[in-house]
């Protein structure tokens, strides 16, 4: 899928991916924007903040509830991306004129 990047080699039901920004790089305000546009759509994804080498991402887990719903699941997931690409950048992003370090948003 264009603009994700599964981070590791996932070998359990955990999958960590990342949203990835026109510029190619992992994109904190589209990570978070793409959190909320998943839960609008029923799904819960968990956002993690960057952390030493590891960059914004969210985590997915797959069990075999969840098995016959992959289609649905990669569908909503690229309805959530076009959305948030849509919201244009979040505040939390360094490159939107009014960040501020240590700001978080509440939305």
Known sequence: MDG???LG???AGLVAFTATGPNGTPDVGLVLHV???MRARSWYLQPQLSYE??????HLTLTPATRDRVPELLAD??????????LGPSP??????NWRPGWI???
């Open 4 to 6: 994700v990047r599964v």
């Open 9 to 11: 080699e996932p070998t």
């Open 35 to 37: 959190a909320d546009e």
């Open 53 to 58: 080498d590891l960059p914004p991402h969210l």
């Open 77 to 86: 997931l690229a309805a959530s991306l076009d959305a948030a690409r849509a």
């Open 92 to 97: 939390s992003t360094p490159a939107c004129p």
């Open 105 to 107: 948003p509440t939305h």
